[in-house]
């Protein structure tokens, strides 16, 4: 029997929808193909519905409305409202809500899906109790889009239509409606779920911190597969206003490909991004602490010293030069620049960032030996 503090604490329409839709898909699908049969067009829907649905929750409630990190065209607005709207995890407005809440008290007892109360509770629990952590305080920049108003509005509709209609009706195209729906509609709205849900759950437990030490938040190459690239999310915690999330060339981050190929065109603009200058700091910074941590257990850590307070004298010197000459390329912006300028200020910049990367090597590589040795 369930308690009447159960219920009175607990949502229980949404513990059964969110138990169901795992549980159709694991026994649904596996029955269906057994009696069916496989056709290519079911999982090229699941995986085109994955796509967008993932791509409206990343660039669309994440990077463009909760964090404002680009500026959007409003029909490219209206087309990720849509996009996340098929990922049935709310309005933009409630979503935003509870995520701007997460940044602002992350690691607290406001945060709604704070790791601290548990990976259960961080990854679905938080969806299972009645607690409202909604304020309108902290959106009431968003309310006035016209793509939001209308999401308010008509949020179920525009919701349950995309996520179970309309692959029915894709499925009735080739006579098979049951099939489009098991696919399109049931295993990819589980799987976004998740995917979404990953975000708060494992990407605040695994992988490693080299932004910034006092969080709960990790950056993981492999989580961003499954998160369509929100995995570095250590760096998304202390850069939370950059449009990218994985800042290399090579991270997995389809949201920020698309963002920039985008802004070619100019549907996004205005694109906010963090200067190389505060990366590499927030990154020496954070690996003067991890040192500063590990130099506390080593008892002969006296030997390693000397050497790493040159090393890190080297790294101040060099990020203040790079600050300086960032001031001075600012005022200069102001007036004009010249192509002379211009050189000289990326050859500087060159040199200091080269300097202090071989700096951040050599104190890497001194880490890993303590480490070793604790
Ligand atoms: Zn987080
Ligand atoms: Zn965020």
């Not at 629990?125 to 939001?148: H, M, P, Q, R, T």
């Not at 605040?204 to 499954?226: I, R, V």
Request: aromatic share 16%; net charge positive.
């Amino acid at each position: 029997m369930i308690s009447k503090n159960f219920i009175k604490n607990y949502n229980i329409p949404m513990i059964f929808v969110l138990s169901l839709l795992p549980l159709i898909c694991i026994i649904g699908i596996p029955l269906y193909i057994y009696y069916n049969g496989l056709v290519w067009q079911e999982p090229v829907i699941f995986i085109i519905g994955w796509f967008l649905a993932g791509l409206g929750i990343t660039m669309g409630y994440h990077r463009l409305f909760a964090h404002k990190t680009f500026k959007a065209k409003p029909v490219f607005e209206w087309i990720l409202m849509l996009f996340g709207s098929m990922a049935l995890q709310n309005t933009i407005i409630k979503w935003c809500s509870d995520h701007r809440t997460h940044h602002q008290s992350l690691d607290t007892n406001k945060d709604p899906y704070s790791i601290k109360k548990g990976f259960f509770h961080a990854h679905i629990g938080w969806i299972f109790k009645k607690e409202n952590n909604y304020k309108a305080n902290n959106v009431s920049d968003l309310e006035k889009k016209s793509a939001i108003k209308f999401q308010n509005k008509y949020y179920w509709q525009v919701a349950i239509f995309l996520s179970f209609i309309l692959p029915l009706l894709i499925g009735l195209l080739y006579n098979r409606p049951i099939g489009g729906l098991l696919w399109g509609g049931f295993l990819r709205v589980t799987l976004v779920h998740h995917g979404t849900f990953f975000i708060n759950s494992l990407c605040h437990f695994l992988g490693k911190k080299d932004y910034e030490l006092n969080t709960t938040a990790k950056d993981s190459w492999f989580m961003a597969f499954f998160t369509f690239g929100e995995g570095y999310h250590n760096y998304h915690h202390k850069f939370q206003w950059d449009y990218r999330n994985g800042i290399k060339w090579y991270n997995y981050d389809p949201g920020k490909w698309i963002i920039k190929f985008l802004s070619l065109f100019n549907i996004t603009h205005s694109l906010k991004k963090a200067s190389n200058y505060s990366i590499i700091k927030a990154k020496a910074d954070t690996l003067n602490m991890k040192i500063e941590i590990m130099s506390k257990e080593l008892y002969f850590y006296h030997i390693y010293e000397n050497k790493i307070k040159l090393i890190t004298e080297n790294i101040t010197k060099n990020l203040n030069s790079w600050k300086n000459l960032e001031l001075k390329y600012k005022l200069f912006k102001k007036i004009e620049i010249t192509k002379r300028i211009k050189k000289n200020y990326q050859q500087k910049e060159k040199l200091y960032k080269f300097e202090i990367q071989k700096s951040l090597s050599a104190l890497m590589v001194l880490s890993v030996n303590i480490k070793s040795l604790i």
